[in-house]
């Protein structure tokens, strides 16, 4: 069954499901994500004495705010891990040795009991599940397809309870990241449609370029942060979910 999606004066027709980035998107989490990279510089600083404030700049963290165009609001953990280690390489450690210490002080931070994602750290925004559930009661597939880790995706979905209206929890696990369209692609193929089909929803640049690349049906920008030349590229810009609006099945 396919579905006719408006949004704003614009009408996305035959429509068979819709993926979601998740940070910025379904969850307002700049703040936990601010706190972990403040905790990662700093816990690296200790070691590397003068790497702190600059690795925070490269987080995209100054004056204690998230960019929510930066490193840590829309890469991946891998690619976060990456750029830690070429500042410690600067100092002049070995790659090998500058990866390794950035790995284990990013798996440290990870285990932290003091620092937990948690619906409180990370809530909702207000409209989204009953925009997820209204979707899912129209007969839409529903995916999520994040920069962040795929146990981190799962872990989302079961924390806010949101089982009955997410069928892909799709993370960044392998080498490829956005906005590589075969991420786009492959999540399609694991909710079994077609990306002529499908629409992407996220807040980043890279959500938009790999959905437009995959040959998305379209792409819808999330504007929450007042980056709409950020998301000049997506078919429409809007700053709530609650914009979106089902024509007819």
Known sequence: MSIAIACKDLEFDNIVAIIFDKDGTLENSLAFWRELGIQRARLIDAQIPGVGEPLLMAFGIQDNTLDP???????????????????????????????????????????????????????????????????????????????????????????????????????????????????????????????????????????????ASAGAAGTIGVCRYGNLSDLASANVQIASLSEIKILKS
Not at 119 to 141: D, M, Y
């Open 69 to 211: 165009k930066g490193l840590m609001a829309v890469g991946s953990r891998q690619e976060n891990e990456i750029a830690a280690a070429a500042y410690i390489a600067e100092t002049g450690r070995a790659w090998f040795e500058a990866r390794q210490i950035a790995s284990n002080a990013f798996t440290e931070i990870s285990a932290s009991k003091y620092l937990i994602k948690t619906p409180e750290s990370a809530p909702l925004f207000p409209e989204i599940r009953e925009v997820l559930k209204s979707l899912t009661n129209a007969g839409l597939k529903l995916g999520i397809l994040s920069a962040d880790s795929s146990s981190g995706v799962e872990d989302f979905v079961t924390n806010h309870q949101l089982e009955e209206c997410i069928q892909l929890k799709m993370g960044t696990d392998e080498n490829i990241s956005k906005p590589d369209p075969q991420l786009f692609i492959q999540a399609c193929q694991a909710l079994g449609v077609e990306p002529e089909q499908t629409l992407m929803i996220g807040d980043s640049q890279g959500d938009i370029e790999m959905a």
